[in-house]
């Protein structure tokens, strides 16, 4: 699967780390030339059924704590590996996220999102020095983030990005978040590939008199197996009771589309949906002494390189919840936390990963969010997933997914066409797609689409209608049916599940939804190459204090090829 893949480590504000708990510390490299010191901590997430876990308080109150039944097992697994870096020398970099970069003939084009939409800010020459224009000069009111002496601006080629330096007392501390598949390296920085998984075993003490006990112990480990062996990475021993921030109820309902109510976790709780109730809670692992730190690297000591993973067997994605299928395909990480000054930060549309796959047939995507998808008021509240398809990896055409009603966090791609939902109420209202092309609705509901540069709305600033603008529709039965949002009806093309805890959602779309031009050629088909990225937004009514829209978006993967080799998968 060619995806074109980094994981640099992102430098990110001091004030989201004061929120975020510290897990347990291991493989720390201290004294590094460089003024960096790096700890990884692993830290582990199971997902039990709510009928194998007994409560010790009120499953709603803070202060309650919870414990597994002696034999019962997850029924949900995950990890995530966060890595610190306390850096003395360097000074802290603020990224400006409020721009979109764009790759021109001879240089590259700033355009900065404002309370006036997208404006042209200044050009990047060939050797990465940033010139502003009028614009940038003349309206400080629209750039309040932006400094004022704009030579302080750098360009980061790795991060398509500007950013300055900001002076901070003391070291600086800053994360970045890594979950399956990790980055392994061997001694020799040689990539370590394999397959991973998560298992958990539990350990029956017999005593002399021969009748098991009950008092069992449960681990959980991170096996990798490669061509020479399997090797366990990381562990952490399952306490016997879990408190407060380490337990999570609200577990999604696939069925219904909706959070389960806190009434089901109490006890004699009730409900009539076929969703068993989970709980989630969240373990600190140490990695084995297999596993050592070379600064910023995790390093498997004494082990063969395995083959390219790419010849592995194919992946096989079933929509169903349950998100093992995606743990050995690789995506691209989205910081946490990362937000732009005209939106709220919300953690439930901060993206932290994106990944595809696909068959012959259907094209498979993956996101994962910091708090819970869809999760929005429960008497108005909206929420909206975006994947943005360019097809023909052409900005000049479609839509340029940049700031637009308050509510975009720009991607540098040419958005051709879109598979969507969108959540009201708290509750999945639809699945849908947007065509961003030439035509408007009509060609739209004739079925046949023309690649062409569009706008999203269909009206101008004076009200008048565009002949070419973002069209949204539902496919159903063979039909083509415009829809906007709010509006009931769903495509039967667009499937998708939302893992128990709420963190994770896994979409399906078959080719057939893409529509086809005038010559009968499918937008979307097999042997195709496209690039692709995922948005996320939703209003800020079940937020206290909170007044504007929140969103973000991933960086494009570029060059997929939707062909015979890479990560296959089947639909049930």
């Not at 001879?106 to 999102?113: D, E, I, L």
């Not at 696909?358 to 819970?372: E, F, I, P, S, T």
């Amino acid at each position: 699967m060619p995806i074109y893949l980094s994981r640099p480590f992102r430098l990110i504000s001091l004030c989201l780390l004061a929120v975020i708990p510290i897990a347990n510390a291991n493989a720390t490299k201290q004294g590094d030339p460089s003024g960096v010191a790096f700890t990884h901590q692993i830290t582990f997430q199971l997902t039990f059924s709510h009928e194998d876990m007994i409560w010790l308080g009120d499953p709603a109150s803070p202060t309650a704590s919870v414990y597994p039944k002696p034999d019962a097992r997850p029924i949900a697994t995950d990890l995530c590996v966060r890595t610190l870096a306390k850096d003395h020398l360097s000074p802290n970099r603020r990224y400006l996220h409020e721009a979109r970069i764009a790759k021109g003939t001879s240089q590259r084009n700033v355009y900065a999102f404002t309370s006036e939409r997208e404006k042209m800010i200044g050009t990047i020459n060939g050797q990465g020095h940033f010139s502003t224009n009028a614009t940038y000069r003349n309206n400080r009111k629209l750039l309040p983030s932006w400094p004022t002496d704009a030579s302080i601006l750098t360009y980061d080629a790795e991060e398509n990005r500007l950013y300055y330096n900001v002076l901070i007392p003391g070291p600086l501390v800053s994360e970045s978040l890594d979950f399956l598949p990790l980055t392994l390296v061997s001694s020799d920085l040689s990539p370590v590939t394999g397959r991973y998984s998560i298992d958990y075993s539990i350990t029956n003490r017999v005593p002399s008199n021969g009748a098991p006990d009950s008092d069992n112990t449960a681990e959980v480990s991170l096996q990798l197996v490669t061509q020479a062996s399997t090797i366990t990475l990381a562990h952490a021993s399952v306490p016997r009771v879990f408190h407060g921030d380490n337990v999570q109820t609200g577990s999604f309902d696939n069925q219904d589309g909706t959070y389960l109510p806190e009434s089901v976790y109490r006890a004699g709780g009730t409900h009539n949906r076929e969703t068993v109730p989970s709980v989630t809670v969240t373990i600190p692992g140490k990695f084995t002494s297999r596993v050592q730190s070379d600064g910023e690297n995790l390093v498997v000591a004494n082990t063969l390189v395995s083959a390219d993973p790419s010849k592995d067997s194919p992946a096989t994605i079933a929509i169903d919840g349950n998100f093992d299928d995606w743990r050995n395909i690789t995506g691209i990480d989205d910081p946490r936390g990362d937000v732009v000054p005209y939106l709220e930060y919300i953690a439930d549309v901060d993206l932290l990963e994106f990944k595809v796959a696909h068959d012959d047939q259907h094209l498979y995507l993956y996101a994962r969010v910091a708090g819970q998808i869809g999760r929005s008021h429960p008497h108005g509240g909206r929420s909206y997933f975006y994947a943005y398809l360019d097809v023909d990896h052409n900005s000049n055409t479609g839509f340029l997914p940049s700031r637009d009603d308050d509510c975009y966090f720009g991607v540098d791609i040419g958005d051709d066409c879109e598979v969507q939902f969108e959540f009201v109420d708290n509750t999945l209202r639809k699945t849908f797609y947007g065509f961003c092309g030439i035509g408007g609705d009509d060609n739209v509901l004739k079925q046949i689409v023309t690649l062409g540069k569009s706008q999203y709305g269909r009206f101008n600033k004076a009200g008048v209608e565009r002949a070419n603008y973002k069209s949204e529709y539902i496919f159903r039965d063979g039909v083509t049916q415009i829809t906007e949002d709010l509006k009931l009806g769903t495509s039967d093309t667009i499937r998708l599940a939302v893992s128990p805890d709420g963190n994770e959602v896994e979409v399906v779309s078959t080719f057939t939804g893409f529509l086809r031009n005038p010559a009968g050629q499918p937008t979307i088909q097999s042997g195709q190459t496209i690039d692709l990225a995922v948005g996320m937004e939703c209003d800020s009514k079940a937020y206290p204090d909170k007044t504007n829209w929140a969103a973000d978006s991933t960086r494009a993967i570029r060059g997929y090829t939707l062909g015979q080799s890479g990560h296959h998968a089947t639909s049930e």
